[in-house]
């Protein structure tokens, strides 16, 4: 897995919080973006793309008691945002997953993830949609990425993360982030939910 290795931990409690410091190896290359959004096309080779596969497989397998949401966090915020027009929620599928994956903490020219301080049990395909939902400002990448992680994102699981994930992307642009990617976002829910609706 393509990814920095902790070398040293430190933990603090004080009995109302918890704290921990990580000492990692320095990832080589350099992130592919300065924003967690596209907004520039990237020259990524072939290996790249089958190295983020890879990683992003074997990430899949890792058995862990972390979770970063739960099927209720899942059910509220479609319920929040997509009202009655998503009916079922429900996740069939979960496994490891980073929980951040956009082009921010994507390095290049070797294909390696960083910020990890986030990762746990996620709806499968969850990953997927936080990239490809990241690249819509630049349409060709958002293709490479619908291609390259098709199967993750196409399955019933990965069309409910990425519902999930424009409401939090949503939220992100009510607090001021990329106000731009506003109505791709919603255009891409209806995408999904219209998809959601024929299976």
């Known amino acids: 897995m393509a990814k920095p290795q902790v070398l ?12 921990r410091a990580e000492l990692m190896t320095l990832l080589p290359g350099r992130v592919c973006s300065s924003t967690p959004e596209l907004r520039h ?27 970063h949401l739960r099927q209720e966090d899942i059910s509220r915020r479609l319920t929040v945002f997509f009202g009655d027009r ?18 921010a903490n994507l390095l290049a020219p070797e294909c ?17 949609a936080c990239l490809y939902l990241h690249s819509l400002l630049v349409p060709e990448m958002a293709e490479r990425v619908r291609v390259e992680l098709a199967a993750e994102l196409d399955s019933r ?27 791709p976002l919603h255009h891409q829910a209806d995408g999904i939910i219209a998809e959601l609706s024929r299976r």
């Not at 040293?8 to 704290?19: A, S």
């Open 41 to 67: 096309r990237l020259e990524l080779p072939h290996d790249w793309w089958r190295e983020l596969r890879a990683s992003l497989a074997a990430l899949r397998e890792v058995d862990t008691m972390r979770v």
């Open 86 to 103: 998503v009916a079922d929620t429900r996740v069939s599928e979960w496994a490891a997953a980073h929980t951040d994956l956009h082009w």
């Open 157 to 183: 699981d990965g069309l409910l993360s990425q519902l999930y994930v424009v409401g939090r992307m949503l939220l992100r642009v009510n607090a001021g982030d990329y106000p731009d990617l506003a109505v």
């Open 112 to 128: 390696a993830l960083a910020d990890w301080e986030g990762w746990g049990v996620a709806p499968a395909g969850f990953d997927a």
């Open 8 to 19: 040293r931990h430190w933990d603090w409690d004080d009995g109302t919080m918890r704290l």
